[in-house]
Each structure stands twice: as structure tokens, then as C-alpha cells.
């Protein structure tokens, strides 16, 4: 096939090589070379060269675009535009020549003979199909289908009919496909509106911009411009298609007009799918938003419950409803999404050394979002958890995500900045107001229904212990609700209510830290402190410690999960489903969610030290060991097929991780004073004093475990199942018990089981039997234990004995954290006291038991540790509740009683 500068066609006329002439070059490279170029788009439009003849398809007629693209082309080494529509290539030849062309008359007749040429000379076209509206057309169509609001060309200015005319009969004149690759510039970041003004009648819509209004937004926007390519039309396929009958057999053969209709149809579908991609949904007035939230029958009916029969008081009630709307609604401006991601630059990004992105997670979230609605389900430590992903989004040229936010951070100045950057704020919580549910309820739906990327926390608050907090199911339970009452349906049919009838992808995300900005306010609640209320002022703290480093942050994309796909794993068909059952699906979903973000959670080189400086069980541990121990781990996480950060991966097989990772950790963490490092003979303070490196031995202080369990709780669900088998079997070795019967070590794994459910998270996806036969003969393989007929022991020695007692000392910190709780239940032998008292009167005996020696884990002393064993105790019938306050239940209302509680938990250690 002829290529690029090459003879072809018909008429055997040579196509010539067009360059830019010097004032195109100098338009070219001052502002085309900041086009960030996808490499997948690069890479499709080889691949379509690979199978035919390469067309390259546009929205609408804009002279910028086709610079642009013929710019790319050239500097890609693409095929190379021979033939544009309505535009000519008269500019881009040499001054004289092609401007003297320009000036003579042209015939749309000579375009097509023009077009046909160049695709039979086996060269590349640009083919623009619509052009842009005059002031005396009407202006586009703003059209509303299943709550999606749509912006329809005009109709009678099209472009392209001619030329796909000529395009069908090119393609049955020939064996080799010609394929059609839709193309879109988005030269700003502003959404559609469906409001349109007088600017918009003199120049164009947003949407459909005229050629003034085309060279503006390049001039405002030429260094973020964003670049998509839609999936190619083969239009050989096409017409082989569209010549099927229904079922599959031959059928009549449509007319061209018929053709050409559903090429051009079929064409727009795609590039405004990825033009939608990169400007999210049309963006409405706010007053007609709140209208449309308002007068939701949810929302109507719920006021006609509370109001009865009066007007006015349903008037009353409407009020209220819009004032509460326009507390917590969202008033998205890209303006404040750019001003927010330089105020990140100016702050977090000081705070961390580098971002490490799951860019192939990344892409799925892309292709997703093209068909689809994406509801985003992070983890949450940190307050930079709001914006992080708004930031990732609006640099990867996605549109950002609306945050539900607590309405504590609404305050002065930072909440009109997280509002018009994304933020909805809602209370934290609802009981007592049915109203209020009831305005929450309706806005999340019709913004769900306009197809918005929803994110909100699955765990409610953040989390300061590292862990994953149990799920609140509110939120999703809307998310559910409103997804359920929407009828799926196939592109371009009718739409039902709640999500619009697009698919809804639910999309665990985990967000890791070596370091958490909070990191000093979590100790002090985690020793017993009380939570600070957040204000400007400690704001403004935060920017001053920007020049503090804090590690690397990290951001891994887990598996995107869909109502229908939890539905098959509950074993329902319908989507029509009882209450209980809708409980059940949103429960599922959460935990599906959870899990699914604790597997994906990558694993940092300060949590794998940290987890090697708790566990060692000696005084100091020298560098060299220190290494061991790391790799020692390092190995048990990739057992279980964890993911590890960037900054961790080896440079060849010959290591488990990056050697140099460790040290980096080590000074990460003694710059934060976490870890002290010690040289024989070298002082610790002073201008000589001793820092990590080959011949240091690192030490622990007790008031800094408490931080560094923090980093270690980031992984410490991979080790679950095996702890609670080595536990057991390490307290029965202590107790003298050299071998356990494996029917009393199942009975022991499933009370410690039971008694940590709140603190840690165990697999779901099968019954316990089931989990603990696989997890006994999974350590029985790796040397840990060894059965002989129905008993079961530690290894005796080796790695695999060491690998046993590590997983059991990943969990003694939460034992004896029990074991605090249980101590400070004799408190309540003189009466009940409220949760918040009880739960100090526990860490001041817990910090006495510390003292004292009888716990070998300072960070056991941990307020949600003993408020976790306090809800424990209940389920097991430890504790009771009696209005509000924590009591002792009869059978355990003595000393002799409470005392075997605790009992109990100590034979675990």
C-alpha cells in the first residue's frame, strides 16, 4: 500500500509533502511542544496503521485542533494529514505558493476528489464532521434523557456527509480497512452549562466554540490541553455489520444516507464519550439543582410525613430543606481545583518526598469512567486523603471527584476552598433530623443521576491507629439504594431512575503514608489526649511544617466491584430484593470494599521497618540484623501476594528489596525521632553523635512505639490468619504445653478470633473450618508448625520457627491491650461508669502495668485498642450497658470473677 509522499489514486497524481512554513514552525514549538501526549493514544493510532489506511476523525471544525494535530503527527513519526476538510493545507506551505491558493475559489466537490485521493493513495486524512453554530443558528440542544444532561449538535451544520459518502465507497473499491480514529482536543477544563448566555450566542458554546472563542481557550489553556483518542471504526466491519440481518444472517443491505447517518452517529458517540471523560457531566445552574433536590418525590415525600396536611408548614419545611442544601452543596470551579493544586504544591508536596501512583489502576478507573460512574472508596488517615485524589484526577485529565466531607473542615478559609474544589460537607451524623437524611439522600442521588464521580469515606473518620476502621454503611447504603432503583439499559436506550441507567463502578482505593502529617495529634489521642477541634490556625501549623519530610505517599486502585457482581456472590439473580436483603448486599459490598483495599495496600520501607523494630523482642537490634529481619518479612508479604511501593522493588532477583530502602527508613524515622541510633563508643547527643548506617544499633524509646505501630498496623492484616494460629500455639509453649490437640487449638483460634473481631479484619470468603484447615496446612508447608497425628507444635527451629513466633508477636500488642481493658474492669465493682471514664481509668492502669513490667508492648496502652476490647467484652457477656454506662453483668460483679477475665486473655500470651 502507498504510504506518505508516495503515488496513488486514480488519477496517478503524486501527493506532496507538506511542511510547516516559519511562521507555523514558530506557532508549532512555542505552543504544541507542552501537549502532554498520551502514549496509549501514540500507540492506538499505530496499531490502526498496522491494520489499513488511518483517518483521523474531529468533533468539530477548529483550525487550532488541526494544527495541533498535524504537529503531533509529525513529531510521533504518525501517519501524516494529506487532506483536511473546509481547511486545505494551504497554510502550511511555503509564504507565496499556498496563500495564493487560499484565494481560489473552492468546490466542495474538489474536497471529496481531494479526500478520495489521498485514501487511495494509501495516505491519512482529517475529517471534521460538525461546524461550529453562527449567531443566526439556533443554539444547541440542551436535552435531558434519564437525568443526563446532553448537548446535541445543531441540527443542518453538518460537515462530514459527503465525505463519509466517499469514505464507504473508497472502503468497497478495496480489501485493506480504512479506520476511522475519533480524536478531541479539550483546550479547558471549564464543564458544559446548560445555561447559556450572550457571549455564547456571539461566539459559541463551551461545547461548540466559533473560531474567536476556539483561539481564546487556546490562548488561556495551550499548556493544559488534553488529548483523547475513541476506540476506531473499521469501516470495512462497519459495513459488513450494518448488511447483517438482526439475527445474524444476510439482510438487506441500508441505503448510504442510512449509512452515513449511523457512521456519523456511532462516530459523535465516541468522541463525546472521551471528550465526557476529561469534562465530566454538564454542570447546571445551582438554583436549578436545588430545585430538582427539592422537589424529589423522596424528598417531597418525607416533608408531606412531617408537615400533614398544613401548606404552610410544608413551606416551613421546603425552606429549611434548601437552607440545609446550600450548607452542604458543592459549587465546583476549575479555577479553585487549580488554585487548590498549587496550594498542594506549596504545602503537602514540601511534606512528602515523592507520590508513587498505580498508573495501570489509574488507566482502569479511565476507561471505566467512559461508560460509567465511578464511586470512589478510599481509606482515610489523613486529612490530605480530600484532596489528593481530586489533585491525581485533575492532573491524569479526569474529571475530579465530589467529596463528601465532615462539615468540621467548612471552616474559614479552607472550606470555600474545598467547595468550590469538590467538597460537600454533611454532619457526622443524622440521627434526630429526618430532614436532614432526608436533603443528603436526595442530593447524592441527583448528583448520582447526573453522572458526578462520587468519593466518600467507607470508615466514616480517620483512622490513627494505621488500620482500616469498621465500615459506616450510610452513605453507601444511598449509593446502593439509588443504584437499585435505576434500570440498567443498553446505550442510547431509556434511563431509569437513580444512577441514570450508566453502569456504577464501586472503586476501593488505598492511600498509604511512611508518615502522616498527624502523626503527633494521633499519639496524644491515642494515649488518652482529646481530639482537637480543626480551625485556620492549625492549618497554618501545617504549612509550617512543610519543610519537614514525611516519606512517600502512595495511591493503589483496587478491583472494580459492581452491585450485580456482589449479587452473584449472594446468589441473587433480581435486583428486586427484600429490606433485609438490600442490608445484606450493602454489607457485603463494604467488606467486599475493605478487604479489597487492605489487599491492594502497598507496602512501605517505613512500615517494614517499623514492624521489624516491635517484633524483635530485644533491647536494641544492630543494622545487620535489622536487614535480615526486613527481609525476612519482606518475603512473608510477598507470600501472601502483597503489593510493594516503588521504593521498596530490587533492583534484580538476587535481593527481596532494595538495599538501600532500609537505611533510608531508618533516617526517616530518626529524623522524626522515632528511633534512636547507637554506636559503641560514639556519644548519643552532641555534635558526633551516632546515626544510622552499617554499624549502628537502633533503640526503640517507649513513648515512640506508639508512631511506629502506626506505620506497622499499615500491613498487619496480611498476617492475621496466621496469627491467630501462632498465638495460641507460642502462649502453649510458654504455659509448658508442647504439643496442642487440633481440635482445643481451633477452639482457642476461634475465642481469639472472636475476642479481636473488632480490632482486626479476617477473611470473608469462607467459613471458619474452612479458613483454619487452609491456613494449618499453609504453615505446615512453610516449616512453621509440625502436626503428628492430631497434635499440632511450633517448628522446633529454623526460619520456619521464626517466621511462627514473628506472626505471633505482630499480634501481642492488641492481646495485651485486651489484658489492660480486662485489669480495668474492677473499676466497675463500685459501680457503672460512662465508656469515655472507664476507658481512662484503663490506660492509667495500663501505664502502671507497663511500668510494672507486666507488658512488653508500651503501644498495648492505646485508647481504641481498649474502647475495641470494651465492645468485645460485651458480645462475650464481660460487660453490660445500662443507661449509657458501662456495669458488670451478675455472673462477673465480684473480684474473684472479673479477675478470670482477665485470665482468660492472658493465656493467649
Known amino acids: 500500500m502507498a504510504r506518505d509522499g508516495q503515488q496513488g489514486g486514480d488519477a496517478g497524481v503524486p501527493l506532496e509533502s507538506y511542511e510547516p512554513n516559519a511562521a507555523l514552525q514558530w506557532v508549532y514549538h512555542r505552543f504544541f511542544e507542552n501537549i502532554g501526549v498520551d502514549e496509549t493514544w501514540a500507540d492506538e493510532v499505530r496499531r490502526a496503521e498496522a491494520r489499513g489506511t488511518v483517518v483521523y476523525v474531529l468533533r468539530n471544525l477548529s483550525f487550532v485542533d488541526f494544527l495541533a494535530l498535524d504537529y503531533l503527527t509529525k513529531r510521533l513519526g504518525l501517519p501524516q494529514v494529506r487532506f483536511a476538510n473546509d481547511l486545505g493545507l494551504w497554510v502550511l506551505e511555503p509564504l507565496g505558493r499556498g496563500w495564493l491558493s487560499a484565494l481560489r475559489p473552492r468546490r466542495e466537490s474538489d474536497d471529496v476528489r481531494r479526500l478520495r485521493q489521498a485514501i487511495d493513495g494509501g495516505s491519512s486524512a482529517a475529517l471534521f464532521l460538525k461546524r461550529p453554530p453562527t449567531l443566526l443558528d439556533p443554539p444547541p440542544v440542551a436535552r435531558e434523557r434519564g437525568g443526563i444532561a446532553r448537548t446535541l449538535p445543531t441540527r443542518g451544520k453538518t460537515e462530514g456527509d459527503l465525505f463519509l459518502r466517499s469514505i464507504l465507497d473508497a472502503q468497497r473499491a478495496r480489501d485493506e480497512p480504512i479506520l476511522l480514529v475519533p480524536q478531541v482536543f479539550v483546550w479547558t477544563r471549564a464543564p458544559d452549562a446548560q445555561k447559556h448566555n450572550a457571549l455564547d450566542a456571539l461566539f459559541g458554546p463551551r461545547e461548540w466554540p466559533g473560531k474567536i472563542r476556539t483561539v481564546v481557550q487556546f490562548l488561556a489553556n495551550w499548556r493544559h490541553v488534553a488529548l483523547r ?97 446550600r450548607e452542604l452543596e458543592a459549587e465546583v470551579d476549575p479555577n479553585a481545583v487549580r488554585a487548590l493544586d498549587a496550594l498542594f504544591e506549596q ?52 474529571p475530579v471527584p465530589l467529596v463528601a466531607a465532615g462539615d468540621n473542615l467548612s471552616f474559614f478559609p479552607l472550606g470555600p476552598v474545598l467547595r468550590r474544589a469538590g467538597a460537600f460537607f454533611i454532619r457526622r451524623s443524622f440521627k434526630g433530623d429526618r430532614l436532614y437524611g432526608a436533603v443528603v439522600d436526595a442530593y447524592m442521588r441527583r448528583l448520582l443521576k447526573d453522572g458526578w464521580p462520587l468519593e466518600f469515606f467507607l470508615e466514616g473518620g480517620r483512622s490513627r491507629t494505621g488500620k482500616l476502621l469498621p465500615p459506616k454503611l450510610g452513605l453507601l447504603s444511598i449509593v446502593v439504594d439509588a443504584v437499585l432503583g435505576a434500570q440498567p439499559v443498553a446505550e442510547g436506550g431509556a434511563q431509569g431512575e437513580g444512577g441514570g ?85 450493602v454489607t457485603r459490598l463494604a467488606y467486599r470494599a475493605m478487604n479489597e483495599i487492605n489487599r491492594v495496600t502497598a507496602v512501605t520501607p517505613s512500615a517494614l521497618v517499623a514492624t521489624a523494630l516491635l517484633t524483635h523482642g530485644k533491647r536494641g537490634l544492630p543494622h545487620a540484623e535489622l536487614v535480615q529481619a526486613c527481609d525476612r518479612i519482606a518475603r ?236 468485645a467484652f460485651v458480645d462475650q457477656g464481660y460487660l453490660g450497658r445500662e443507661d449509657g454506662k458501662y456495669v458488670l453483668p451478675e455472673s462477673y460483679a465480684t473480684a474473684e470473677a472479673a479477675r478470670t477475665i482477665e485470665a482468660r486473655i492472658a493465656a493467649y500470651l
Request: aromatic share 6%.
Open 229 to 325: 483518542a475513541g476506540e476506531p471504526v473499521d469501516v470495512q466491519a462497519f459495513l459488513a455489520q450494518q448488511a447483517r440481518a438482526p439475527d445474524g444472517g444476510p439482510g438487506s443491505v441500508p441505503g448510504d444516507d442510512v449509512l452515513v447517518r449511523r457512521l456519523t452517529y456511532t462516530l459523535l458517540r465516541r468522541l463525546e464519550r472521551e471528550r465526557k471523560s476529561v469534562l465530566g457531566p454538564t454542570k447546571k445552574p445551582s438554583d436549578r439543582l436545588r430545585d430538582q433536590v427539592v422537589r424529589s418525590p423522596r424528598l417531597q415525600k418525607v416533608i408531606r410525613d412531617m408537615a400533614g396536611e398544613g401548606a404552610a408548614e410544608r413551606r416551613v419545611l421546603g425552606f429549611r430543606a434548601l437552607s440545609m442544601l
Open 347 to 398: 504545602t503537602v508536596a514540601r511534606m512528602y518526598s515523592g507520590f508513587e501512583i498505580d498508573e495501570p489502576g489509574l488507566a482502569r478507573l479511565r476507561e471505566a469512567a467512559k461508560d460509567g460512574t465511578l464511586i470512589l472508596l478510599p481509606s482515610h488517615k489523613s486529612h490530605v486523603d480530600y484532596i489528593i485524589l481530586s489533585r491525581l484526577f485533575h492532573r491524569a485529565n479526569m
Open 501 to 585: 441507567g450508566r453502569k456504577v463502578y464501586f472503586c476501593p482505593i488505598s492511600i498509604g503514608y511512611e508518615r502522616l502529617v498527624e502523626e503527633k495529634a494521633y499519639v496524644r489521642e491515642l494515649s488518652g489526649g482529646e481530639k482537637q477541634k480543626e480551625d485556620a490556625v492549625g492549618l497554618f501549623r501545617a504549612a509550617e511544617s512543610a519543610l519537614g519530610r514525611y516519606g512517600r505517599l502512595n495511591v493503589q486502585f483496587g478491583e472494580l466491584l459492581t452491585l450485580d457482581s456482589v449479587l452473584a456472590e449472594l446468589g441473587e439473580p433480581s435486583r428486586v430484593l427484600t429490606p433485609a436483603k438490600r442490608r445484606a448486599l
Open 636 to 871: 512473608m508479604l510477598r507470600a501472601e501476594g502483597a503489593r510493594f511501593t516503588p521504593s521498596l522493588e530490587p533492583p534484580s532477583k538476587d535481593y527481596v528489596i532494595r538495599p538501600s530502602a532500609v537505611r533510608e527508613a531508618c533516617e526517616l524515622l530518626f529524623r522524626a525521632g522515632h528511633v534512636e541510633a547507637h554506636r559503641p563508643g560514639v556519644p548519643s547527643d552532641g555534635k558526633e553523635k551516632a546515626r544510622p548506617g552499617p554499624d549502628a544499633i537502633y533503640v526503640v524509646p517507649d513513648a515512640e512505639r506508639l508512631p511506629l505501630d502506626i506505620a506497622k498496623n499499615l500491613v498487619v492484616h496480611f498476617f492475621v490468619s496466621r496469627a491467630m494460629i501462632a498465638a495460641p500455639l507460642a502462649a502453649a509453649v510458654r504455659a509448658g504445653e508442647s504439643k496442642v490437640a487440633s481440635s482445643l487449638l481451633a477452639e482457642r483460634v476461634q475465642g481469639l478470633s472472636r475476642l479481636l473481631k473488632y480490632e482486626l479484619q479476617f477473611r470473608a470468603d469462607a467459613t471458619f473450618e474452612t479458613i483454619f484447615t487452609e491456613t494449618l496446612a499453609a504453615m505446615e508447608a512453610g516449616g512453621e508448625i509440625v502436626r503428628d497425628g492430631d497434635d499440632v507444635s511450633l517448628a522446633s527451629s529454623g526460619e520456619g520457627r521464626e517466621r511462627a513466633i514473628l506472626h505471633a508477636r505482630i499480634v501481642r500488642s492488641f492481646i495485651e491491650g485486651y489484658l489492660v481493658a480486662a485489669r480495668s474492669l474492677a473499676a466497675l465493682l463500685k459501680g457503672p461508669l460512662a465508656p469515655k471514664d472507664l476507658a481512662k481509668r484503663a490506660i492509667t492502669a495500663g501505664e502502671r502495668m507497663f511500668l510494672a513490667g507486666e507488658l512488653e508492648c508500651r503501644e498495648a496502652v492505646s485508647r481504641p485498642v481498649i474502647e475495641n476490647a470494651f465492645l
